[in-house]
């Protein structure tokens, strides 16, 4: 690829988009699930079609595709990262994502998040677009639910506030008891001299 490729097709760009998030509930007969979606887009309003994307990998593409419906819960800012581990990090094939709780449904039957949404829609599929590793669902909304007044959470507020950022490796050390000088390293030779104030490694302990 040239240099002038390159620049005309940076991916970066793609990242300028502006997104929501959104977790998408579902029902396969047995359990509920979930699953973080950010390729939630209304496409009409009269009458109202909301069109969903979802990896075809995810459970909860099988399952829409066979029950035909689903609940788009409209995350709020004050969404906390256990959220996304929730619905993000495990899949609805291994795990029961609602065990532990008896959230609300919506007429539909399906679940709608008790907590960190500012609204949640009813979907019913009307139409199934195949894009290759994804599935575009183009739904009517059937119901649609103010929560609250809380700010929608975008992608960038996600990265930006609410992902945990990466922490530094924490470097093994001693420290000298006697005027704080740090020995980096995961062992401190035993005849080591403090070069601050001469004390010799019986004066270091280890930094916890």
């Given at each position: 690829?040239?240099?002038?490729?390159?620049?005309?097709?940076?991916?970066?760009?793609l990242?300028?988009?502006?997104?929501?998030?959104?977790?998408v509930?579902?029902?396969?007969?047995?359990?509920?699930?979930?699953?973080?979606?950010?390729?939630?887009?209304?496409?009409?309003?009269?009458?109202?079609?909301?069109?969903?994307?979802i990896?075809?990998?995810?459970?909860?593409?099988?399952?829409?595709?066979?029950?035909?419906?689903?609940?788009?819960?409209?995350?709020?800012?004050?969404?906390p990262?256990e959220?996304f581990?929730?619905?993000?990090?495990?899949?609805?094939?291994?795990?029961?994502?609602?065990?532990d709780?008896?959230?609300?449904?919506?007429?539909?039957?399906?679940?709608?998040?008790?907590?960190?949404?500012?609204?949640?829609?009813?979907?019913?599929?009307?139409?199934?677009?195949?894009?290759?590793?994804?599935?575009?669902?183009?739904?009517?909304?059937?119901?649609?639910?103010?929560?609250?007044?809380?700010?929608?959470?975008?992608?960038?507020?996600?990265?930006?506030?609410?992902?945990?950022?990466?922490?530094?490796?924490?470097?093994?050390?001693?420290v000298?008891?006697?005027?704080?000088?740090?020995?980096?390293?995961?062992?401190?030779?035993e005849?080591?001299?403090?070069?601050?104030?001469?004390?010799?490694?019986?004066?270091?302990?280890?930094?916890?």
């Amino acid at each position: 690829m040239t240099q002038a490729t390159n620049e005309k097709m940076n991916p970066s760009a793609l990242f300028r988009i502006g997104y929501g998030l959104y977790v998408v509930t579902s029902n396969d007969g047995k359990k509920d699930n979930g699953l973080i979606v950010n390729t939630v887009v209304q496409l009409t309003d009269s009458p109202n079609r909301v069109a969903v994307t979802i990896n075809k990998r995810n459970y909860s593409h099988e399952i829409i595709q066979k029950t035909k419906k689903m609940n788009v819960n409209c995350l709020s800012v004050e969404t906390p990262f256990e959220v996304f581990k929730a619905f993000g990090f495990v899949s609805g094939r291994d795990v029961d994502k609602f065990a532990d709780c008896t959230p609300p449904r919506s007429d539909n039957g399906l679940i709608y998040l008790p907590r960190y949404i500012n609204a949640y829609l009813s979907l019913e599929v009307e139409q199934y677009i195949d894009f290759d590793t994804h599935g575009m669902f183009v739904c009517t909304v059937s119901e649609a639910k103010v929560i609250s007044d809380l700010e929608t959470m975008t992608y960038t507020y996600y990265q930006k506030n609410v992902k945990p950022k990466p922490q530094p490796p924490k470097k093994k050390g001693y420290v000298c008891k006697i005027c704080g000088y740090v020995y980096e390293g995961e062992t401190l030779p035993e005849d080591f001299v403090c070069p601050l104030c001469k004390h010799g490694a019986a004066d270091f302990e280890e930094i916890q």
